[in-house]
């Protein structure tokens, strides 16, 4: 069983430990990584990657089928991101997944980018706009790391 923290009582769930493993690939990329952001209202990712060139990716991880089977939002996230991608274990039927969709098979150790998905490259607003909010929530996360008393006002 994984743990989140050193002597920590708190058990990561499956997804965590997916986003976990994807994080730890995508930092030997160059990549910097945050688990569930909100690029706006009703969405939440399982994990944001922003790349060393600036580009951003996005990554579901799913579990199981059914976890797979009632995520109805999915979609919805293809517009913040220049690359979306599905990170599943090695026992996940890969033939559910939509094929022109990124795939890493993770565990919580690591992972393996197994296909590329389309790039769709965002608009340079919506570019800022999520680096701004990237950077924004990874700071915010840091500081409360370092004060869990520090009041952050909420935009």
């Known amino acids: 069983m994984a743990y989140d923290a050193p ?3 708190i058990p990561l769930q499956p997804g965590q430990l997916l986003a976990r493993g994807v994080a730890r690939h995508l930092a030997s990329l160059g990549f ?3 688990e569930e952001l909100i690029p706006t209202r009703g969405l939440r990712v399982d994990l944001m990657a922003l790349g060393p060139k600036g580009e951003i ?4 991880c799913k579990s ?3 976890d797979y ?3 109805c939002k999915w979609q919805g996230y293809l517009e913040w ?3 979306f991608f599905w990170a599943v274990d090695a026992d996940f039927d890969t033939d559910l997944l939509p094929a022109d969709m990124g795939l890493i098979i993770a565990d919580g150790y690591g ?3 197994m296909r590329m998905g389309y790039e769709t490259r965002l608009a340079a607003a919506r ?3 999520m680096t701004h909010l990237f950077a924004t929530h990874a700071a915010r996360r840091l500081q409360i790391l370092k004060d869990p008393h520090t009041c952050i006002i909420r935009d």
Do not use: Q, Y
């Open 7 to 9: 002597n920590s009582p």
């Open 32 to 34: 910097a990584c945050l």
């Open 57 to 60: 990716w996005i990554v579901e």
């Open 64 to 66: 199981s089928r059914a």
């Open 69 to 71: 089977m009632s995520d």
């Open 81 to 83: 991101a220049d690359r």
């Open 111 to 113: 992972a393996e980018l």
């Open 127 to 129: 570019r800022k706009k």
